[in-house]
């Protein structure tokens, strides 16, 4: 419970007609994590002279085509199905979303999965192909439109026939925009061209450019390209426009009208065929997945001409499980190597093995590494500790309600669908509930809104000498207290670690020497306090001087100083006393200034009051929640974790499906 699951390591050598059902099968169940043995069989010249690298399945190239194709046909499904807009429906998805309904399928074999798809795709592109290109053709006629419409407005004050102002063979003819410093470079430049040029110029709707329309003869036609490449000039592009400006604006437009009528309609087609197909072809594309994954996993194994061989790692508590499962699926005609794991050389999966309660803060541990196989897990101490700081750092029973409410939102909300939303859901739950009995022990609910507006006096559930609001100094050293409790049980793991793997040095020098540190010290000042200084140097200081003089031996001249790092660490718990005041002084003020919204402003004061009371503890709720959150991590991954922390693992992988839409028939 207190170390990752025991590992088992596999080989695996079966017939190559039954490795097939044996891969399906440990796919389905997720027992065993499989590793590449592929790159040692080329590189170990044993191995070599007995197995060959395998290969993925033929079936593999067709699935991954297929596969894409299915992807992209239900990404475009799903982009034109009708979906509700609005507050309320965003609302009602988050608080209560649909459960995804899975849809019982077969196991197929490749070959009828590859049917199966091809006729599914076939059917669904006979329906969506000519819609598809009916808009894509719409939106091209859309755009050669929107292009018309802009050179039109530009051409406007000419009143040309824009259809004549297309090249002929003897002639040429440029229009465009040009800025306005561009367009004095320009006239400096025809001076030095022929005179046969006529330039027709106007200002624009942005006044910053001129619109000018060039004709000239077309042996001129390079000499005038040549200027304007080297000018600010934008050319327009007349090519299938005809009329003059206004007309070709007033067509252009109406005819924009009608373009997005009949893409409205066909979008209305294809949200009736989307309805109908987006789900069989979400199925099919899991479908699809899962078995270019089961083809992928055979270029990982080894073979001869008969027989498949593989290996993997497999917890002790799935053991049995595996071995019935591959016993069953190849007819008995396997051998299976089962061994334990070389601490010292193998790289160990971890998979951690924590209670039901526990298992949300895994994500907390695997995000800042996995543990070492051989080391402890913190996950049930971090579950128990976590919730408790959230609740320090907050200590507002009324914040406390809020948090456990959206918790139990997430959980029963978004983590119907969603394993790490409703693991949220259960932390915020766990963080909610301790922010709630600190709160109402330390006297706060919404800062101070029941003596202030309620009842007059404190929380009846308040213990007097730890109210927040009259002895902040004592919460400062409960939090010290906790501090170095959290430290020295991070301490005690750390040695433990650190003797368990035969380095009593670096326990010494890292752990112990700390305790023997707070001995001396808890020893001095107990008999300072009770019979005076002198007995304080008798039986306290030796003791911290030899741990002082430890320090230096075991870590070098310079160890004293880490004396100064640990205490720091030990004050950094200081901070469980600077957010819970944060929170109760703001909640405090947004009091404060509701009131005096309410007494001081006349007329729209009572009405000011409640927005700014509600808006105000919302930010502050939502602030002091994040801020309480992020500082209780912090205190586990900086103080904590770094006293006998070693990680670096890599996490326990199993080769498994991930079912979201189908479920296999009878499972």
């Known amino acids: 419970m207190f170390k990752p699951a025991r590992m088992k390591k596999l080989k695996i050598i079966t017939l190559d007609k039954y490795a097939e059902a044996a891969v399906n099968s440990l796919h389905e169940t997720s027992t065993v994590q499989i590793y590449d043995i592929s790159e040692r069989i080329q590189e170990d010249a044993e191995w070599k002279q007995i197995l060959k690298p395998s290969h993925a399945t033929p079936f593999l190239g067709k699935i991954s085509s297929l596969l894409m194709k299915t992807t992209g046909m239900s990404d475009f499904l799903e982009s034109v199905s009708i979906k509700d807009k609005g507050i309320l429906t965003l609302a009602k998805g988050f608080v209560n979303p649909p459960r995804i309904e899975k849809k019982e399928v077969e196991d197929l074999d490749p070959d009828e999965l590859l049917e199966k798809a091809e006729d599914t795709l076939n059917r669904v592109e006979t329906k969506t192909k000519p819609l598809d290109e009916k808009l894509n053709e719409l939106d091209t006629e859309n755009t050669r439109l929107e292009n018309a419409i802009k050179v039109a407005q530009n051409l406007i004050k000419f009143n040309f026939e824009l259809g004549d102002l297309a090249d002929s063979k003897y002639v040429s003819i440029v229009s465009g925009k040009i800025s306005l410093d561009s367009y004095e470079q320009f006239k400096l430049g025809m001076k030095n061209l022929p005179e046969e040029i006529l330039v027709e110029d106007d200002e624009s709707s942005d006044k910053e450019f001129k619109i000018l329309v060039i004709i000239t003869l077309k042996v001129n036609e390079d000499k005038i390209s040549s200027l304007l490449r080297k000018l600010e000039f934008e050319r327009f592009d007349l090519s299938g426009i005809s009329g003059k400006p206004e007309e070709v604006i007033k067509k252009s437009e109406s005819r924009i009208e009608e373009i997005e009528k009949e893409k409205e309609s066909i979008s209305k087609e294809l949200a009736v065929i989307s309805d109908e197909w987006l789900k069989e072809l979400l199925v099919l594309k899991e479908q699809l997945e899962i078995a270019k994954q089961r083809s992928e996993i055979f270029s990982s194994f080894g073979e001869t001409e008969k027989t ?131 709160g109402m022990v330390t006297n706060g609910f919404i800062g101070d809104l029941f003596p202030r507006w309620i009842t007059g006096v404190g929380l009846p559930t308040t213990i007097g000498a730890i109210d927040a609001f009259v002895l902040p100094q004592n919460i400062l050293t409960i939090a010290l207290i906790v501090g170095v409790i959290h430290i020295n049980m991070g301490l005690f793991i750390g040695a433990y670690n650190n003797i368990t793997r035969g380095e009593v040095r670096e326990a010494l020098g890292t752990q112990i020497v700390w305790f023997i540190l ?44 880490d004396v100064t790092g640990f205490l720091g660490t030990i004050l950094s718990y200081a901070r469980l006393l600077a957010l819970c005041l944060s929170t109760g002084g703001i909640a405090m003020t947004v009091n404060i200034l509701a009131g005096l919204a309410d007494s001081l402003i006349p007329y729209i004061g009572f009405i000011l009051a409640p927005i700014v009371f509600v808006g105000g503890h919302i930010a502050n709720c939502a602030f002091q929640s994040l ?11 900086v103080e904590y974790f770094s006293q006998f922390y070693i990680g670096g693992s890599r996490k326990f992988r199993a080769f498994r499906t991930k079912r979201k839409h189908t479920e296999i028939g009878g499972k």
């Not at 971890?350 to 543990?371: G, H």
């Not at 008999?527 to 306290?540: N, P, V």
């Not at 801020?627 to 991590?633: D, E, K, Q, R, Y």
Request: glycine content about 8%; overall charge negative.
């Open 308 to 438: 498949v061989m593989f290996e993997g790692w497999v917890t002790v508590k799935n053991l049995e499980k595996t071995l019935d499962i591959i016993e069953s699926t190849t007819m008995g005609y396997s051998i299976v190597d089962v061994s334990d794991p070389d601490v010292e050389k193998d790289k160990i999966p971890v998979q951690l093995d924590n209670p039901r309660f526990a298992k949300p803060y895994e994500m907390f541990v695997n995000m800042y590494s996995p543990p070492d196989y051989r080391e402890v897990d913190p996950t049930i101490l971090m579950a128990i500790i976590f919730p408790f700081f959230f609740g320090y750092c907050l200590t507002d029973a009324g914040y406390g309600v809020i948090d456990a409410i959206i918790g139990l939102v997430l959980f029963y909300g978004l983590g119907r669908n969603s394993k790490l939303m409703a693991n949220v859901g259960l932390i915020f739950v766990a963080c909610g509930v301790w922010a709630f009995i600190l």
């Open 518 to 561: 707070e001995i001396g010290v808890v020893i001095a000042a107990v008999a300072y306090l009770t019979t005076g200084i002198t007995a304080a140097e008798i039986f306290g200081v030796p003791i911290i001087i030899f741990s002082l003089l430890m320090l230096m031996y075991l870590n070098g001249p310079y160890g004293v100083m």
């Open 627 to 637: 801020g309480a959150f992020i500082n209780s991590l912090r205190l586990h991954y």
